[in-house]
């Protein structure tokens, strides 16, 4: 094809990071990774051509090995493109990922091998962007109530932590915004390619007043005893701030500790025992600090606001979004709307907190009465959530999707897109979790649709996703999950994973 061969060349990525920060995670993964014999087919097989060279990735472009013997570009070729900007699903399309990582062309049609460029027979998949979690706690992978209590090791925290890194990626979810706990050396570690994983933009530890959401800690317990609770360069679930200048000093360390973006609590919280939901947090004079913080270093503010007094100061201080959102009414999404202020709604905790709330009755050990008591309000709250999105989304307030998902039911954050598929529909459910939330996260020039020129993040699924929700949450249905290009999870990944050139007839 004349126009593949005239763009499937090396070329640059106009970027504002490095391709290695972006692109990075899976580099020295598929560096250690034996590889069998290939085949040009993610489903059956058409030819097979021997060992296969593997494709570089981008951040090693131009160091050493013998570039005429590697592809230059892959076509996965016939199958249903779903973009994730909305758009109808279309049949017979081919998607050319060149081997800088992104997308060189989408085409209608046959597409042929030629010299370099590998074709991958698609039929009967169907292709989607890669998964955004807007809303995740990575840091909170263990079993919540003892991890709080200190009563699991710091070995056993990471490596809940680092195992949820690995399945959100065989979730099919390429990127995670995590919105508390998280410290940045853990995203440094995948960036470098030393931890298998998405690519993760962290907030760090949450921003909270002494006392409100987030200070998970004993109700006896001075307040000066909780930076104890830190897990130095793994996970800080808050810090404590009073005033606008302790916020700012707060902020700042959050930003020189790795942090992409800045969450605070601005109204009282579910899982944090002695908060009320229906309470407001943080000062106006404080949220602003924290916003001309996040400001100067070209990023924002994101707020954990469950009833509109809190959203509306928090807005008024100049924040971008709003997590949960719980109560939001009209005039509220309104004034959200004309400040460009995004949504992300929470559906999925109520599942978890119920199952939680089974556990703790059945211990029904010291302490669970107020545990219990506090949880009664998460009912409720998401309930709300429900109504608040048709809301929103008549507004015109950006939404986007986020799971929520504390303790170990990591593996399970592609439920937020079913349980929100009740609420609208599985395409806008995907949208949200795509092209929106891309969007949140400041990504959206590189990633979250399909289009020529992004980063190849993407899914493969052997059924509609659209057509059936529940595809979602089903890997055994997620053929193939591409990270920049190269596949890194998925039923099929393994012969994906080999293909090599196909000789030019
Ligand atoms: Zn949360």
Known sequence: ???????????????????????????????????????????????????????RPPAEHGSSDDERDLPVATWYANLTLIDGTGAAPKDGVSVRIDDDGTIGAIEHGAVEAADGVDVVDCAGTFLTPGLIDAHSHLGLASEIDASMRLDV??????????????????????????????EGAVPDLISRGRLRGPRVLTSGPVQCQTGGHGQMGPLWEPSDLFDSHE?????????????????????????????DLIKMCVT???????????????????????????????????????NNAG???????????????????AEVADLMAANDVALVPTLAPREILRERMRRIKENAGHGSDA???????????????????????????????????????????????????????????LVSATRDNARICRLD??????????????????RSPV????????????????????PVAGTRVEQAGVIGRVQPA
Request: net charge negative.
């Open 1 to 55: 094809m004349e126009g593949c061969r005239q763009g499937c060349g090396r070329r640059p990525v106009s970027d504002e990071r490095p391709l290695s920060t972006v692109l990075a995670p899976w580099r020295d993964d598929r560096r250690g990774r034996s590889r069998p014999r290939h085949t040009s087919r993610v489903g059956d097989v058409r030819r097979d051509t021997g060992p296969s060279p593997v494709r």
């Open 153 to 182: 090791s710091v070995a056993e925290t990471a490596r809940d932590i680092f195992v949820a890194c690995s399945d959100a990626l065989d979730a099919g979810f390429t990127t995670i915004r995590d919105v508390g706990g998280l």
């Open 231 to 259: 897990i130095l360069g793994l996970r800080t679930t808050a810090m404590l701030g009073d005033g606008p200048d302790a916020i700012r000093r707060n902020v700042r360390e959050t930003f020189r500790r790795g942090a």
């Open 268 to 306: 009282g919280g579910v899982i944090t025992v002695g908060t009320d939901p229906r309470d407001t947090q943080l000062t106006i004079p404080e949220i602003r600090a924290a916003v001309e913080e996040a400001e100067a270093r070209h990023t924002y503010v994101t707020v954990h606001a469950h």
């Open 311 to 329: 959203v509306r100061a928090a807005v008024e201080a100049g924040v971008k979004c709003v997590e949960h959102g719980s109560e939001i009414d």
């Open 371 to 429: 545990y219990l008591a506090q949880f009664a309000l998460a009912e409720s709250l998401v309930a709300g959530m429900q109504e608040v999105i048709p809301i929103a989304r008549k507004a015109g307030v950006l939404i986007g999707l986020g799971a929520d998902i504390t303790g170990p039911r990591q593996k399970e954050r592609a439920m937020e897109l079913v349980l929100r598929a009740a609420v609208e529909d599985p395409m806008a459910a």
């Open 445 to 462: 020039d590189r990633i979250g649709t399909v289009e020529v020129g992004k980063i190849a993040d993407l899914c493969l699924w052997s």
């Open 467 to 486: 057509e059936d929700v529940n595809v979602f949450t089903d890997t055994e249905q997620l053929a193939l999950v591409l990270q920049g290009g190269m």
